[in-house]
């Protein structure tokens, strides 16, 4: 998993918030990056908050201090007898597992984007 630390500018993912009766679920929407923190900056990730221009098909609006979110799936008991049901037909598990998804109201790089290749000029053969 590549983490690169957001500038300003950069175009990434707002999770947005499911209602809890389920009318919306939880989406990406289109979030350009307004502000960063750094204070939380480690060695190899960047865990600190962002303000970000979201933009909804409806409307915009502004979000300040929000949390990064790999999305990433929580990891069961190693003792688990079932692991083969992991996310196939199950989304948890007794055993602690959980399918990974992003918590609303967090950022998240685009999905399919983790590598930003420069942009290729020239005729491709
Ligand atoms: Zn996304
Ligand atoms: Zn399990």
Not at 32 to 57: E, F, K, M, R, W
Not at 89 to 102: H, K, L, M, V
């Amino acid at each position: 998993m590549t983490h690169l630390t957001p500038t300003v500018g950069s175009i990434v993912h707002y999770t947005s918030h499911g209602t809890p009766g389920g009318e919306y679920t939880s989406q990406c929407r289109a979030a350009i990056v307004t502000a960063v923190d750094t204070y939380q900056d480690g060695d190899d990730h960047h865990l600190g908050h962002v303000s970000l221009a979201v933009l909804n098909p409806d409307g915009q609006y502004f979000a300040r201090t929000v949390q990064y979110d790999d999305g990433a799936e929580t990891p069961g008991s190693p003792d688990c007898p079932s692991t083969s049901t992991h996310g196939n037909p199950f989304r948890y598990c007794g055993c602690g597992w959980a399918e990974g998804s992003y918590r609303g109201g967090t950022w998240h790089w685009p999905e399919g984007s983790t590598i930003v290749t420069p942009i290729k000029t020239g005729a491709s053969k």
